[in-house]
């Protein structure tokens, strides 16, 4: 039987509660929202805390996607299957849908958040490669209301780490909105609802046929939370063509730093990087057209 | 801790370790087994029940995080004697074979059939893709959920007095849905 190491249980009842019992509870508290990432490493004695701070019941302040003139935002609290049937985000921004279709299983997806999923910083986790891929901004909150935006560069600081200082809570995550765009996602895994071999998401922005920008987020070849400049760069101002995403493709496989491990060689990842890459950014180009 | 929630509509109030797991709250403190305990890890989904009538696993849900919350298990599904749609197309359809998957897929089944009433093949197969039969006997569990799909809309239409049930022919297993639902 695996079961966590005894700790103390409380449960939040708004934002600012969960920041003041982070306050007084410091680093020996973790707040714990689906728990699908979070109660199996306490199984495996991975992770030991002392606190449990519960924040499921904050759902009805942090659980939302809402569409502004100028950006999407979604509550951090907002579980994966509401990500995936949001009406908004399919409008704006299909690249959730594709991803949320291979996140895990349904059941699953009915308790996962997404503010969970970037805070873990699993650097195999879909969303993380979702949201590099749109650009967004993570809003954390802190003692007194504080609150600080960054980018999804600066929130990963590294593997399992973020930006999220000991107590403070992320609570928003902000999509730029941009006319002329489209995006999509694919992964490759070996069995159903597993972590990615790789995967790949790609947004293009268009106008008058020709690319004003585009990002690239991969998924389990490394760090990688930059969109890839040197995509962005080759693709800015060109016509959308069979020959340009070889080039994006061949350029994602060169930017990432992927290991030979249990799901496949690192020579393997990273021609799935390269061929991902081609063809979201060709199924993203569809989409912007359409 | 103190915990209280309600299970299949009784509320229960006990004494738990913060750690406890709800699969371990529901087996070993009010000793409703019918929910099983498998991988431990949220991959096999045999521990599956409802959270506020979603189907979640409750491997992976502390007990203490189901407090003034709606649990519903297996042996929830039921009215009185009358076993579910969902239960009864398990019997019809040989849906299950070892029975430890069991539970898990009735209750995922039952509520993908309060969401979509008619479900096809592939949606079932994808509502039932994070569990796991052991047996490998997946067929006889999609056509178990069909059956409880078809019987549903043919108990349906006998309420509503109209005659139409031509999805009758979909049913090529032992069994007749609009007869065993009657």
Redesign the interface.
């Known amino acids: 039987m695996q079961v966590p190491a005894p700790f103390e249980y409380e449960r939040a009842t708004s934002v600012d509660h969960a920041i003041s019992l982070l306050e007084r509870l410091g680093g020996t508290a973790r707040l714990i929202a689906g728990g699908h990432s979070l109660l199996p490493m306490m199984k495996l004695r991975l992770a030991n805390f002392d606190y449990l701070i519960d924040i499921n019941d904050l759902h009805g302040e942090l659980g939302y996607v809402e569409a502004g003139p100028d950006e999407v935002r979604i509550g951090a609290l907002t579980r994966h299957r509401e990500l995936l049937e949001s009406p908004v985000l399919a409008a704006a921004f299909p690249i959730f849908a594709d991803a949320e279709r291979v996140i895990a299983d349904p059941v699953v997806r009915n308790r996962g958040t997404l503010g969970g999923s970037l805070c873990q910083a699993d650097p195999s986790e879909d969303l993380s490669a979702v949201c590099t891929t749109l650009d967004a901004r993570c809003v954390i909150r802190g003692p007194g209301g504080a609150e600080r935006v960054v980018s999804m560069e600066d929130f990963h600081v590294g593997p399992y780490e973020t930006a999220v200082a000991d107590d403070e809570i992320l609570v928003e995550i902000r999509l730029p909105v941009r006319p002329g765009c489209g995006s999509a996602y694919a992964k490759v895994e070996r069995r159903a609802g597993d972590w990615a071999v790789v995967s790949a998401g790609a947004a293009v922005w268009l106008d008058g046929g020709a690319i004003v920008d585009a990002r690239v987020g991969l998924a389990a070849v490394g760090p990688n939370t930059t969109g890839i400049p040197a995509i962005s760069a080759a693709l800015r101002g060109q016509e959308p063509s069979e020959s340009l995403y070889e080039q994006a493709g061949a350029i994602a496989a060169d930017s990432c730093d992927p290991v030979t491990d249990q799901r496949g060689s690192a020579d393997y990842k990273r021609h799935l990087a390269a061929e991902l890459t081609r063809r979201t950014l060709r199924r993203a180009v569809e989409r912007a057209r359409s | ?1 103190q915990v209280t929630m309600t299970v299949n509509d009784v509320e229960v109030t006990r004494e738990i ?3 406890l ?1 709800l699969v ?1 709250f529901l087996r070993d403190v009010l000793g409703l087994t019918g929910t099983h305990w498998g991988c ?4 096999c ?1 045999t521990c ?1 029940v409802w959270l506020d009538g ?4 409750s491997c ?3 007990a ?2 189901a ?1 003034g919350h709606q649990v519903r298990t297996v042996e929830g599904l039921a009215k009185g004697a009358e076993l579910d749609p969902v239960q009864q197309g398990f019997m019809q359809c040989h849906g299950l074979q070892c029975g430890f998957c069991t539970p898990g897929m009735m209750m ?1 089944a039952r509520a993908l059939l309060d969401r979509n009433p008619d479900p096809s093949e592939t949606e079932i197969r ?2 039932i ?3 796991i039969c052991r047996c490998t006997g997946y067929a006889t569990i999609v056509r178990s959920v069909r059956w409880a799909a078809v019987a549903e809309a043919q108990a349906a239409a006998q309420v509503t007095e109209t005659t139409e049930s031509s999805e009758a022919g979909e049913i090529d297993n032992a069994g007749q849905p609009a007869e065993a639902v009657a």
């Open positions: 801790m370790e913060a750690r797991l371990h431990d890890t949220s991959n989904g599956v979603e189907p979640v696993k992976t849900v502390l203490a995080m407090g995922t994808e509502a893709s994070g569990q």
